[in-house]
């Protein structure tokens, strides 16, 4: 039975950092690309990072390059996203998402309709 689940979020103060965790289980695919989405309460999901496969290739969104780093292990089809400098503004339930259909992640991932599995979330949130 295919599983993703989302661990580490919690209270932080702006400025700090929080180690999001993801653990798939059971994806009919063993190679997927994954990635992080986020959304906020009134706002449109946002895209965060993806990360292929082998682990050699990441993508992230403006707002979080060079404070987030996507990163896997991928014998065991685990997902991370340490987050650093944090800001208000990354408040949000944070999900995890695999493509089952590849390895890598496609030009279009930040639209979301590559990933066919989903978790639940974890709630980030940031005080100033």
């Given amino acids: ?74 014998g065991i089809n685990m997902l991370y996203l340490q987050m650093n400098s944090l800001k208000p503004e990354d408040t949000a339930m944070y999900y995890c998402a695999a493509d089952v259909t590849r390895p890598f992640c496609s030009d279009s991932w930040t639209k979301g309709d590559d990933f066919a599995y989903w978790g639940r979330g974890t709630q980030v949130t940031v005080s100033s």
């Fill in 1 to 74: 039975q295919a599983q993703m689940v989302e661990s580490g979020g919690g209270l932080v103060q702006a400025g700090g950092s929080l180690r999001l965790s993801c653990a798939a289980s059971g994806l009919p695919f063993h190679r997927p690309a994954m990635s992080w989405f986020r959304q906020a309460p009134g706002k449109e999901r946002e895209a965060v990072a993806c990360i292929n496969w082998s682990g050699s290739n990441r993508k992230y969104v403006e707002s979080v390059e060079g404070r987030f780093t996507v990163s896997n292990h991928n």
